[in-house]
């Protein structure tokens, strides 16, 4: 046989007692049965054996089972990023005719997502204020299939009463051929704050993108659920949408879930550090962060979370004219300007008043988000001082 040939079909197995803290980074997209009995006789969706690459590998089922224990699920499903994963549950659960509720401070995306896709293919997006339970029993019709939750709001960051928002969507339940689902993306909690499982909800949805990986290097999502019918309706469709994630990704995840929670409150220690401390700036009319009295549900995160994300937003005074806060975030030098949060460099997003739309924004200016990283908490205060008198020059 030629070498080329001994080569590729080489005797060499790794002894199976290879034992370390990494786990492998199994890649495949091909996987060998030893016979068509085999071939025949294995099921992709039962995680005993393998089957094809997109089905799994020992790395990602890895993941899988840590991310399921994380969130203090059973089952996992992982996506090509937090999008993806809300995309899929979506898809996975609504049909022509059916409506879902929306939060309108959610995860801007999620909402284009629904309100242009879904609405094409006849599936009708509403939209409920979070913070008021009765508006979301007053939303919920007979077309109702799937509530989303999320806590905090994005951007914007107002801490709902999960509990009372799920048990409203149990309570319509009863009598219906297909239940309400409720979903909670729980990227801001990232399974460390709270469990969502505990708060209610049916599905728990995650960015691994954020908290999870830690590096701002990787895209990844996760879709985990407590029941097994709704894990086989969303493995389902996740396989015929043909999703996978690269082991490489799968590794980086994997190796910053060990320091998730040691992260999680370094992060949450330095933003309310410099939440509080914007809160007395001048130019400043408000500080948005749930752990501050007087941000909407600082009460409720109190009751239901041990720890917050490492956000705060920052209102700025009415009267300033809109190139004094673009010529502060211009200044900045440690908080860069760019999206997403949790890696290790601070950022900050200004958003526009007119991205807004569909809220209640009753202010001149739209609001700036800071992402705190893990950078020295006096450098990133010097730093906002700095831009501060820019601001207010
Ligand atoms: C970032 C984010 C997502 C999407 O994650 P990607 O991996 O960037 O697609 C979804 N929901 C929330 C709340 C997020 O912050």
Not at 233 to 254: C, I, K, P, S, Y
Not at 362 to 367: I, L, Y
Request: charged share 20%; aromatic share 8%.
């Amino acid at each position: 046989m030629d070498s080329i040939t001994r080569l590729i079909h080489h005797g060499y197995r790794a002894p199976a007692d290879f034992d370390a803290p990494a786990v492998g980074v199994h890649k495949a997209s091909t996987v060998f049965f030893p016979s068509v009995a085999a071939l025949r006789s294995r099921d992709w969706k039962d995680k005993s054996a393998y089957t094809y690459g997109l089905h799994g590998t020992p790395t990602t089922f890895t993941l899988e089972e840590r991310i399921a224990t994380l969130e203090g699920g059973t089952h996992c499903v992982l996506a090509p990023s937090g999008l993806a994963a809300i995309a899929l549950v979506d898809m996975a659960l609504l049909r022509a005719g059916d409506e879902l509720l929306i939060p309108h401070n959610a995860y801007g995306p999620n909402k284009s997502f629904a309100s242009v896709e879904l609405a094409g293919w006849g599936v009708r997006a509403r939209y409920y204020d979070p913070m008021d339970p009765a508006d979301l029993a007053a939303r919920i019709s007979d077309k109702t299939r799937l509530v989303w939750l999320e806590a905090a709001g994005s951007v914007t960051l107002e801490f709902p009463d999960l509990p009372a928002l799920t048990a409203l969507v149990r309570a319509a339940n009863p009598g219906r051929a297909r239940p309400i689902v409720s979903v909670l993306d729980n990227t801001w909690g990232a399974g460390v704050a709270f469990r969502g499982f505990d708060l209610g909800a049916d599905v728990v949805l995650q960015a691994l993108t954020k908290y999870p990986s830690g590096g701002a290097d990787v895209l990844m999502g996760s879709v985990v659920t407590r029941d097994p019918a709704l894990h086989r309706e969303l493995l389902l469709t996740h396989m015929r949408l043909g999703l996978g994630v690269g082991a490489n990704d799968a590794e980086l995840v994997l190796r910053g879930l060990p320091s998730i929670a040691l992260r999680y409150a370094a992060q949450d220690a330095a933003a309310r550090e410099l939440a509080g401390w914007m809160q007395s700036q001048a130019g400043v009319q408000r500080v948005l962060h749930p752990a501050l009295p007087g941000s909407p549900g600082h009460e409720t995160w109190q009751r239901d979370a041990s720890g917050a994300a490492s956000l705060f937003t920052v209102v700025f005074d009415d009267g300033l004219a809109p190139e004094r806060v673009v010529a502060f975030c211009d200044a900045l030098r440690l908080f860069r300007l760019g999206y997403s949060w949790a890696g290790p460099v601070s950022l900050c997003v200004p958003y526009e008043r007119a991205e807004m739309c569909g809220r209640d924004w009753p202010h001149a200016h739209g609001p700036v988000r800071f992402a705190v990283g893990l950078e020295a908490v006096e450098d990133l205060r010097a730093d906002l001082a700095q831009a501060l008198r820019v601001l207010n020059a």
